[in-house]
């Protein structure tokens, strides 16, 4: 099984992840590391591709890519993750803007979660830090719209951040077909 999880930044991506790392669906990263991706949960090679694919050699949390490139390093990285597990996930917020790429090298019965965040949680999340203003607001808001509509004409499940952390891990047992642990931890969301 491998699964792929997108969504635009602080929509629940990591939380999805720790859920089904958790329930021994390999998201863990190929090595301890300092520096990017900060993230538990992403496996730097499968991040510098997609980095890679739309032209960026550091994320920028607020990123809005003009051009997106296929890559010859997707086949490598997918076969390789393949033979270190049989059950793996993926998940990075640029994978929204280059899944329709990974897609086609991918296995067919792989699964793609995309999760979304209201407006208002994500204004409550980002107004808390210094700097946010009314242009950072709209940006925001654009760059949210992107995601959304890509995950939208995929046409993959979609879970509401909300819903997720009321609910718990019961909105993805519904996608994955199987039990999985609440290790939900409020304070963090």
Not at 23 to 36: D, S
Not at 110 to 130: D, T
Request: one cysteine or more.
């Amino acid at each position: 099984m491998i699964i792929m999880i997108m969504g635009f930044s602080k929509s629940g991506t990591t939380l999805a992840a720790r859920t089904l790392d958790a329930a021994g669906i390999n998201f863990r990263p190929e090595k301890k590391r300092a520096g990017y991706p900060s993230c538990l949960y992403e496996n730097l090679n499968g991040c510098q591709i997609c980095m890679e694919q739309i032209g960026i050699n550091k994320k920028q949390s607020l990123y809005y890519p003009e051009k997106i490139k296929d890559s010859k390093k997707i086949v490598p990285y997918i076969n390789m993750r393949s033979k270190q597990d049989r059950e793996w996930g993926f998940k990075f917020p640029y994978l929204t803007f280059v899944y329709n790429i990974w897609k086609k090298y991918l296995s067919k019965d792989h699964i793609a979660i995309g999760l979304k965040r209201s407006r208002e949680g994500l204004f409550r999340y980002y107004s808390r830090h210094s700097g946010y203003t009314k242009e950072k607001q709209q940006l925001i808001l654009k760059i949210q719209k992107h995601h959304n509509d890509l995950m939208d004409s995929y046409g993959i499940p979609i879970i509401q951040f909300e819903e997720f952390i009321d609910k718990g891990p019961t909105v993805l047992e519904k996608i994955i077909g199987r039990k999985l642990p609440d290790v939900r931890d409020g304070g963090k969301h």
